[in-house]
């Protein structure tokens, strides 16, 4: 069964303060890894899709990096407009379980403080 | 701009009492899924579809349906909610492609539905 799992469950910034959030998976056979960021009351917004280990993504302030057990989400010099929540999600390759969909893990809820 | 559209944002039933969220989508996306999401949880998925073939998480409750009328719409209906079905209920659309790969999901801004 696919697992992933996110660290830290919540994490607090001063603004300026970079910071990195891990998501370790375990997938038969990794298709691709998803982060997306959610804002409260609100549904998940894409981010990032890393397919293959050594590869890095960047994004404004965001820079999403993989390997073949994890991958981080690099925040550099916060600002309290990246407060939200991160989610990781991972693809398995297709399997005879009528498709490949995403497993997600539990997200960190990233506070930046002005 | 193509986006994913639900409605209502927020909805309000008594236990017991049927009701039905929709989806609808301008991406033109073949693929369309229903997820609950509770409380600093992770989207828990229900089901999708690929076009109009439904395809059934194994552990979604049958007080669960779903509809996909066209390509642009789908409905989430819950037959009889209990307090246990209050939560946020998010739509989300990909395009599957040859393989039967399925890319990145696009999702709605959710529903919220509190059962009393």
């Known amino acids: 069964e696919d697992q992933v799992t996110q660290s830290p469950e919540a994490l607090r910034l001063q603004e300026g303060e970079s910071s990195s959030l891990n998501c370790s998976y375990t997938v038969s056979g990794l298709r691709g890894l998803f982060w997306y960021r959610q804002d409260p009351g609100k549904g998940p917004e894409f981010l990032f899709t890393?397919?293959?280990a050594g590869e890095e993504k960047e994004k404004e302030r965001l820079k999403a990096t993989l390997t073949k057990k994890e991958s981080f989400l690099h925040i550099t010099a916060p600002k309290p407009e990246d407060s939200a929540t991160y989610l990781c999600?991972?693809?398995?390759?297709?399997?005879?379980?009528?498709?490949?969909?995403?497993?997600f893990g539990g997200g960190t809820r990233l506070m930046v403080k002005p | 701009d193509a986006m994913v559209i639900q409605n209502p944002r927020y909805q309000v039933t008594q236990f017991g009492k049927p009701v039905t969220l929709s989806c609808s989508q301008t991406?033109?996306?073949?693929?369309m899924y229903w997820y609950q999401q509770k409380s600093s949880q992770a989207p828990k998925l229900l089901f999708h579809?690929?076009?109009?073939?439904?395809?059934n998480e194994a552990d979604t409750p049958d007080n669960f349906q779903s509809r996909r009328p066209n390509t642009s719409f789908c409905f989430l209906d819950i037959r009889s909610p209990g307090l246990g079905d209050a939560a946020m209920y998010l739509c989300?659309?990909?395009?599957?492609?040859?393989?039967?790969?399925?890319?990145?999901?696009?999702f709605g801004p959710g529903t919220r539905l509190t059962v009393l």
């Open positions: 579809y690929y076009d109009k073939d439904f395809n």
């Open positions: 989300a659309t990909s395009r599957r492609t040859g393989g039967e790969v399925y890319n990145e999901q696009f």
């Open positions: 999600a991972v693809q398995p390759f297709l399997n005879n379980n009528a498709g490949n969909m995403l497993t």
């Open positions: 890393l397919y293959s």
């Open positions: 991406l033109n996306h073949n693929v």
